[in-house]
């Protein structure tokens, strides 16, 4: 299994980006796929993550904010951000699970599988 992250940029505050997570080597339809984030000397933190029924969770500080979606047939899970902040600088991950049942969707020890990375920063 892989998760191969992408999008991510050095852009300024109130601007949008598009992050990209492709998945390869699963049935992607029967995972749920989330993403979380990791500043600078900080823990990973929840952002957002989508069920395969597409329940979706988005933690307080992004909701309004940012979009998670996927597509089965393309394997890839999206999120949208908007109206960026300086503190949502961090390194974006997306991960997948098989597992996790709806109370999980937020615990990073829910996911199985983890994505390397695509670095958002955002300067004010």
């Known amino acids: 299994v892989q998760l191969q992250a992408s999008g991510g940029g050095l852009v300024q505050a109130g601007d949008s980006l598009r992050l990209s997570c492709v998945a390869s080597g699963m049935t992607f339809s029967r995972y749920t796929t989330g993403w979380f984030r990791q500043a600078p000397g900080k823990e990973r933190e929840f952002v957002a993550a989508i069920r395969w029924n597409r329940t979706i969770r988005y933690s307080d500080s992004v909701k309004g904010r940012f979009t998670i979606s996927r597509d089965n047939a393309k394997s890839t899970v999206w999120l949208g951000v908007n109206s960026l902040k300086p503190e949502d600088t961090a390194v974006y991950y997306c991960?997948?699970?098989?597992?996790?049942?709806?109370?999980?969707?937020?615990?990073?020890?829910?996911?199985?599988?983890w994505g390397q990375g695509t670095l958002v920063t955002v300067s004010s």
């Open positions: 991960a997948a699970t098989a597992t996790a049942i709806l109370s999980s969707m937020n615990d990073p020890g829910a996911y199985s599988y």
